[in-house]
């Protein structure tokens, strides 16, 4: 099967340049168009805004899933980047809104709504402005930790749509009275250039591409197989898969065609080797949104956004591997045990479960460790258990069962705390924290 093309000429710092630079000229026009031979409270809201709008704008590109930003950043790391730049747009744009307006009202807190008032109704586009800020409150708001526990997450990202919306009456105030488009020809196309950059890689890869996808390949469910009480795998047939680019240990956005679920997309990581005949993706019920795909009929026409992650192949640096999973984080190192291509010996795989329960796919591995000769692990029980030490992936637990993990490609999955913990003993073994690949997805 084709694999997606590699980015690895590309490198993170270059991305981070060409946002600094970006920053540093939106920065020169200011300063052109003189912003500090102005009152500072004026001064202060025009930077805001235009940091604000420019934070904006690259966590919409950052959202894209842009495959060279998913494989050169990281998809975890992307997600990230993009909570930070939504809280700092919102943190900006608030912080515009007051000093903009204290500004205009000539520093007099008691003219402030009169001076609001004036405002709306004699400058074009300022309700828009309101209207912009009140849609990025109600998102930063609602994607404060607190807020989110209380919330589906279909409701929030319900919510979190609305900020394209805001952005786009951003635009619209920006358009009639910003300061980068008063009597600045070069201005104006330069942040209409910013607009269309952060926008068309959303338009292509997050509703052409997987149009594309859908009509090239007409992927269906063909089977939905029970492998434990709480886990389940979809078997999804289509056409032509054999010409689909992907890589063991990637995942998708995977939608069922529904009339109540074709709105819920749900990134799955491939659980067995892409054969060009199906893709397989195993799943831990936890949750309304993965029950309603257990009871999917088989024939159910799906649609699929990806192929997405780093975490495959493509970032191994030596022979050696070292693969750690726990609960339904074997999904994709199962994949990748059966796809990748390794001597007898030379990969072990850690599986930390807590029951025969928690152990989905233990048999598929076990008989694929006898084909492929790699040496699987399983580390079995709940921490406080008799015989279960204090911790299961400790450095002297890890270099136990795998004397020269230090020396190995390490690819990790599962839940963040185990991540977190075998990240840190790793590195405590000597291990290369540039070796270490994981993802996420919390």
């Known amino acids: 099967?084709?694999?997606?093309?590699?980015?690895?000429?590309?490198?993170?710092?270059?991305?981070?340049?060409?946002?600094?630079?970006?920053?540093?000229?939106?920065?020169?026009?200011?300063?052109?168009?003189?912003?500090?031979?102005?009152?500072?409270?004026?001064?202060?809201?025009?930077?805001?805004?235009?940091?604000?709008?420019?934070?904006?704008?690259?966590?919409?590109?950052?959202?894209?899933?842009?495959?060279?930003?998913?494989?050169?950043?990281?998809?975890?790391?992307?997600?990230?980047?993009?909570?930070?730049?939504?809280?700092?747009?919102?943190?900006?744009?608030?912080?515009?809104?007051?000093?903009?307006?204290?500004?205009?009202?000539?520093?007099?807190?008691?003219?402030?709504?009169?001076?609001?008032?004036?405002?709306?109704?004699?400058?074009?586009?300022?309700?828009?402005?309101?209207?912009s800020l009140g849609l990025f409150l109600a998102v930063g708001v609602s994607s404060m930790r607190a807020a989110r526990r209380r919330m589906s997450y279909e409701t929030f990202h319900g919510i979190h749509l609305y900020v394209y919306l805001a952005i786009a009456f951003g635009f619209l105030h920006q358009l009639t009275i910003g300061t980068d488009f008063a009597d600045d020809p070069i201005a104006v196309g330069f942040w209409i250039g910013l607009y269309v950059i952060a926008f068309a890689p959303l338009v292509l890869y997050r509703l052409a591409w997987p149009l594309l996808l859908a009509l090239r390949h007409r992927p269906y469910l063909r089977a939905v197989v029970r492998e434990a009480d709480d886990t389940f795998s979809l078997v999804v047939g289509g056409r032509a898969l054999d010409r689909l680019a992907v890589r063991s240990g990637q995942f998708f956005v995977v939608r069922a065609l529904t009339r109540h679920e074709w709105q819920h997309g749900h990134p799955f990581s491939l659980s067995a080797q892409p054969n060009g005949e199906t893709l397989r993706f195993t799943v831990k019920e936890l949750g309304e949104g993965t029950r309603a795909l257990a009871a999917l009929r088989p024939g159910t026409p799906l649609l699929l956004e990806g192929p997405y992650g780093s975490m495959h192949g493509g970032r191994r640096t030596g022979r050696k591997l070292l693969l750690i999973a726990g609960g339904i984080g074997i999904a994709p190192l199962r994949a990748m045990v059966e796809g990748f291509g390794y001597r007898s010996g030379d990969l072990d795989l850690i599986y930390r479960t807590r029951d025969h329960g928690d152990a989905p796919l233990q048999k598929e591995l076990e008989v694929l460790a006898a084909q492929r000769g790699f040496n699987l692990h399983v580390v079995r029980g709940r921490r406080g258990e008799s015989g279960v030490p204090r911790d299961p992936l400790a450095p002297a637990a890890i270099r136990r069962l795998v004397p020269d993990a230090a020396d190995r490609d390490v690819f990790l999955c599962g839940p963040d705390g185990l991540m977190n913990r075998a990240f840190d003993a790793l590195v405590r073994l000597g291990a290369s924290s540039a070796r270490i690949n994981l993802e996420l997805f919390g």
Do not use: K, N
Request: hydrophobic share 55%; aromatic share 8%.
């Open 1 to 131: 099967m084709p694999l997606p093309r590699s980015y690895a000429d590309l490198r993170p710092r270059d991305v981070w340049f060409v946002v600094g630079l970006v920053g540093a000229v939106i920065g020169a026009m200011w300063l052109r168009h003189g912003g500090l031979a102005q009152d500072p409270l004026a001064a202060i809201g025009q930077l805001t805004a235009l940091g604000g709008t420019y934070a904006a704008l690259l966590g919409v590109l950052f959202a894209a899933r842009a495959p060279w930003l998913d494989q050169v950043i990281g998809t975890d790391r992307l997600r990230w980047v993009h909570g930070v730049l939504g809280f700092a747009s919102v943190w900006a744009l608030a912080v515009h809104g007051v000093t903009s307006t204290l500004a205009f009202a000539g520093d007099a807190i008691d003219q402030v709504v009169p001076t609001l008032l004036s405002l709306i109704r004699t400058v074009p586009g300022m309700i828009g402005a309101i209207v």
